[in-house]
């Protein structure tokens, strides 16, 4: 009967508490920071043989966490790499460490609610007994969200389909992160019985503000 508030990762993280096992993961699972990332991706790429001179960890990462967000998996992310020399090398590293990761009982930031998603598609019955907990759903800056976080509130939002979302898309500034603007911009073909509220007026800026901002600009 409460609000259950947080960001993406917090409440996918809670969620995977209580049903890494039915993933392969135990509920005590390990979220790797950046640094544990870089530290075994560099000890990967030196197992098998990939020359950081020739594709940098840092790059390799990133390229992971671009596919995470799309909910690209490794064996879709070797199908796509297709011939592509590079890619292929990024498919090799992809699925090591997965495999790495999952060994350790751990996961990377991505990994939480990309997981989560997993677990949704693969049990329905965990996703109804969330669906039900979660009957109304607001989303803030709906505008920064990604492909991933677009699928994961879709999924929970659907039985009720009691969702608000709250984004201005003229203030995108995550599509570095994967962000997609789509997300907001085609929110009312997704409900097209979704009621537009505009909060046009500025309450907050006063003249003066404004005076200051636009010196600065």
Same mark, same amino acid.
């Given at each position: ?6 960001? #993406?990762?917090?409440? /996918?993280s ?15 699972y390990? =979220? ?10 560099? @000890?990967? /790429? ?16 990133n390229?992971?966490?671009? &596919? ?7 064996? &879709? #992310? ?7 020399? !590079?890619? $292929? ?7 090591? +460490? ?9 996961m990377? #930031? ?6 989560? *998603? ?5 049990y329905?019955?965990?996703? @109804?007994? +969330? ?5 109304? =759903? ?14 994961l ?5 659907? $039985?009720? !389909?009691? =969702? /608000? ?10 599509? #570095?992160?994967?962000?997609? =603007? ?5 929110? @009312?073909?997704? +409900?097209?019985? &979704? $009621?537009?509220?505009?909060? @046009?007026?500025?309450? !907050? ?7 200051? &901002?636009?010196? *600065?600009?």
């Open positions: 009967n409460d609000v259950n508030a947080g960001t #993406f990762h917090s409440i /996918c809670k969620i995977l508490r209580r049903h890494a096992d039915l993933l392969g993961y135990d509920s005590h390990t =979220i790797y920071d950046t640094d544990d990332q870089r530290r075994v991706m560099k @000890e990967l /790429c030196r197992n098998i043989g990939i020359d950081d001179k020739q594709l940098h960890p840092k790059t390799i990462l390229e992971i966490s671009k &596919a995470k967000d799309r909910l690209i998996d490794p064996s &879709a #992310f070797a199908e796509n790499a297709n011939t592509d020399v !590079r890619l $292929k090398l990024i498919a090799k590293a992809y699925a090591k +460490y997965q495999t790495v990761l999952h060994n350790s009982n751990a990377d #930031f991505d990994d939480l609610i990309f997981n989560t *998603v997993k677990l949704f598609q693969q329905p019955d965990v996703l @109804e007994k +969330y669906q039900n907990q979660y009957k109304h =759903i607001l989303v803030d800056e709906y505008q920064d969200t990604n492909h991933a976080q677009y699928v509130v879709k999924m929970l939002a659907e $039985k009720n !389909r009691n =969702i /608000c979302v709250v984004g201005d898309d003229d203030q995108s500034i995550y599509r #570095f992160r994967g962000a997609t =603007i789509e997300n907001i911009l085609s929110f @009312e073909k997704q +409900y097209p019985d &979704a $009621k537009v509220i505009r909060l @046009e007026q500025n309450y !907050r800026s006063t003249s003066n503000i404004l005076g200051a &901002a636009n010196k *600065v600009i």
